[in-house]
């Protein structure tokens, strides 16, 4: 009897210390998706300190906790972004990597380039949508105008002043830049920066009147009173600018948006791409991350892989004709 009524006990022990485990330990005992010690590395085609690299640490960080197993960002910034997307593409199944890319690498660039080194469509497979952001249309301090309207007026005015500064040359905020000009019938030249930095530099001393930029990269400016943001490109006003409004709310028809997504390659297997959506998703989802995107004004969004998909199908439907009618050759 005694030994029977111990054996109860340290069963009961037993299932008491099972319940008290925290659900994400229990989660992490399951089977692993990749090797023990072997991390799974997000790639970015940018250097450091960038948006797409904070988002990239932001998802690693919590990746991680869900996986049980170690997440890096690995930079490799070079042609456009373009890299990146080659050295994922041809990662060996020993070394796990994905792709955290935006529209420049994986909708224009394959327009453009007679070869970029990869078929978006053929060579991987969306895991998740993590973040989308929108354009500002900008103009600097010493531009006579407070209003989208205003400053049609004076382009169409001054038309030799129709400088629209854009972070890179064939970049999403270049092609919204044309979009606008057609959509407003005013005349465009772009003048494309290398990076957010020299362009808000230049916009701020003078030197390009106009810019159309990720409206993230205008915030700082725009509360410290540096610049005006005229008009955002979403679909509804930024949460993050509530009195700015929308172009589309001005008149001009024209709603733009960019995102930054995670890519596996082809050779990964469909059911850890699948597994890997699901906790992207759990880690969008999770409220520490919302309010860490939100500090670094980024936006995040959480989407399945099938989703995600739809949302690029749909966006290479928009993006593709504008691209190929701007006549754009790097």
């Not at 790639?43 to 640490?57: C, E, F, I, Q």
């Not at 129709?162 to 407003?184: D, Q």
Request: glycine share 8%; aromatic share 6%; net charge positive.
């Amino acid at each position: 009897m005694q030994r029977r009524e111990l054996s109860k006990l340290a069963l009961g022990a037993a299932l008491m210390a099972c319940a008290l485990i925290p659900p994400l330990a229990q989660a992490q005992t399951a089977a692993p998706l990749f090797p023990a010690k072997t991390p799974l590395r997000i790639v970015v085609g940018y250097p450091p300190g960038g948006a797409t690299d904070r988002v990239a640490r932001l998802v690693a960080d919590k990746l991680q906790v869900k996986l049980g197993s170690p997440v890096i960002v690995e930079n490799k910034p070079g042609a456009g972004g373009r890299l990146s997307a080659q050295y994922v593409k041809n990662a060996p199944a020993a070394q796990p990597a994905i792709l955290l890319a935006n529209p420049a690498v994986m909708v224009v660039a394959p327009l453009v380039f007679h070869d970029s080194g990869y078929d978006p469509e053929k060579d991987f497979r969306a895991i998740s949508e993590v973040n989308r952001y929108e354009f500002g249309l900008a103009v600097a301090s010493a531009v006579p105008v407070k209003e989208l309207s205003h400053l049609l007026a004076w382009i169409k005015a001054n038309p030799q002043q129709a400088n629209f500064g854009v972070p890179a040359t064939g970049s999403l905020p270049h092609f919204f830049a044309l979009m606008l000009g057609e959509a407003a019938k005013v005349p465009v030249e772009v003048v494309g920066y290398k990076g957010s930095g020299p362009l808000l530099t230049d916009l701020m001393g003078g030197q390009v009147p106009i810019a159309v930029d990720t409206f993230d990269t205008q915030i700082p400016q725009i509360e410290a009173g540096k610049l005006r943001v005229l008009a955002t490109s979403g679909e509804k006003r930024s949460a993050m600018a509530p009195n700015i409004p929308t172009l589309k709310e001005l008149g001009v028809n024209l709603v733009g948006t960019g995102w930054n997504t995670l890519f596996a390659p082809q050779s990964m297997a469909p059911a850890t791409v699948q597994r890997l959506s699901e906790l992207v998703q759990e880690v969008m989802k999770d409220p520490d991350t919302q309010q860490k995107f939100a500090a670094s004004n980024l936006v995040p969004v959480t989407s399945s892989a099938a989703q995600t998909e739809a949302m690029l199908k749909a966006y290479r439907t928009q993006w593709a004709p504008v691209v190929q009618r701007s006549g754009f050759k790097p």
